[in-house]
């Protein structure tokens, strides 16, 4: 009897990589061992969410929904009907994943590193949180995996604080954590055959934002690191096409684009100029730290506006008859907000409703920013100026995400994040579930 092989799916997330630098890289013969992969396949154009940060748009790549749906907003987020933080996690999210899904038909999976899968849900197969996990420990499905990983060096991430001190730390550290964290996907792998796998490569991130100006701008020391750095993704991409089997599809993608930071707004600082934010005396550090009697609206990383609206918000002081015409003002002021030198820094606002719809709508803010390349929103609190830059050069832009699949046309030019998960279930012959907002794109 002849019995059809089910699809078989591997997924590469390269974190923050530009389509458009990739493309760069490869007409230049930088990358051959990605070159070769990249023309058995199509490659296109892939958005990110609002905001376009790691958690957002993986937790809508693995969802296929958007964030009014799945519940993920930010790294942080407010505790409902208080002015304290949290950090939103897998225990947040309130969709199925794309890995679920596949277990739940019977389908074997290793999820490895991809962000907000901590605490780590049940799988059939592995699951290695990403990097918001705080320590390996509790970080793995099944528990027995960590132990297993911990002999092997892996780690979670690199310290980020360390290149901050010295950035010369950098490198070694990235190289240090790819290499562990190549190896331990491999040796998972080579266990027996997976039907769907996913790694996902943050240190291409980590890597950007320290040294993406540096690489512009030629720097003698670390444009030549960061290229060597991507020299060992393509040394790892030779070995991946090298241990897969042929009938394995090859999918590479990223969550966001890349550039050059000129400077950091710190929008919170513009709040309190215009007398829409106050403090309560001593130092202001956090969202605590605010006069809610006085404060009309506050941000949150990354250029999420909250109004301090009565009945919603613990202290609020903003009357709900008075919420649109409020809300209005302050999409007007944003919108016109410049620079020091006169530079526009926001391209876009937009209503949580113009961009988000689900169950968890109330819990967005009212205002999302999408800011001019090079500006990078920040919801920092008690800064004395409204723009400033530290060793962080480089920022995520909206645009400019790829999408990379190998043996397959892809039906459009440019798609979104939230199409990947769907276009997945596709490939593999899975039901796409009712309530996707993403489409297959093959």
């Not at 297993?148 to 001190?165: C, F, G, V």
């Not at 990235?174 to 027996?192: D, G, M, P, T, W």
């Not at 991130?205 to 540096?214: G, K, N, S, V």
């Not at 991946?240 to 400077?263: A, N, P, Q, R, W």
Request: aromatic share 12%.
């Amino acid at each position: 009897m002849w019995f059809k092989k089910k699809p078989r799916v591997v997924v590469i997330g390269l974190d923050g990589t530009p389509l458009s630098f990739l493309r760069r890289r490869l007409e230049e013969g930088a990358l051959p061992s990605m070159k070769n992969l990249f023309d058995q396949g199509s490659t296109i154009e892939l958005k990110s969410t609002h905001p376009c940060v790691s958690c957002v748009a993986w937790s809508s790549m693995m969802t296929g929904k958007n964030p009014g749906k799945h519940n993920i907003y930010g790294f942080i987020d407010r505790k409902p009907g208080t002015y304290s933080i949290y950090l939103p996690n897998s225990a947040t999210m309130t969709s199925t994943t794309l890995w679920e899904i596949l277990s739940d038909k019977g389908r074997s999976v290793i999820v490895m590193n991809v962000p907000v899968t901590y605490p780590p849900r049940t799988v059939n197969g592995y699951m290695v949180s990403g990097f918001d996990a705080p320590r390996l420990g509790g970080a793995t499905y099944p528990d027995t995996l960590a132990p297993r990983l911990k002999t092997q060096d892996y780690e979670i991430d690199i310290d980020p604080w360390r290149a901050r001190e010295n950035l010369d730390n950098l490198y070694p550290d990235l190289i240090r954590v790819f290499q562990a964290r190549v190896n331990a996907f491999f040796n998972l792998y080579s266990e027996k055959k997976w039907d769907f796998a996913i790694l996902h490569i943050m240190e291409t991130d980590r890597l950007y934002h320290f040294m993406w100006e540096h690489m512009e701008q030629g720097h003698p020391k670390y444009a030549g690191q960061f290229m060597s750095f991507f020299a060992e993704i393509d040394k790892f991409f030779a070995r991946l096409v090298k241990e897969l089997d042929e009938d394995v599809t090859v999918i590479v993608m990223s969550d966001h684009g890349f550039c050059t930071l000129k400077k950091e707004i710190y929008f919170n600082k513009f709040l309190e100029d215009r007398g829409y934010l106050a403090y309560k005396p001593g130092e202001a550090k956090g969202l605590s730290d605010i006069d809610t009697a006085r404060t009309r609206a506050f941000t949150l990383d990354p250029g999420r506006v909250f109004i301090n609206l009565k009945g919603r918000e613990g202290e609020g002081c903003v009357e709900p008859g008075d919420y649109q015409a409020f809300k209005d003002e302050l999409h007007c002021a944003l919108r016109e907000l410049t620079d020091e030198g006169g530079n526009k820094v926001v391209k876009e606002i937009f209503a949580k409703e113009e961009i988000y719809s689900g169950e968890n709508l109330d819990a967005a803010a009212d205002l999302i920013i999408n800011p001019v390349d090079g500006y990078d929103p920040k919801g920092a609190f008690g800064k004395k100026a409204l723009s400033g830059k530290g060793p962080i050069v480089g920022m995520h832009t909206y645009d400019d995400a790829l999408l990379f699949i190998k043996g397959h046309r892809l039906q459009a030019e440019v798609a979104s994040v939230i199409d990947v998960a769907p276009t997945i279930l596709k490939i593999m012959e899975v039901d796409i579930p009712g309530d996707f907002d993403g489409v297959p794109l093959v």
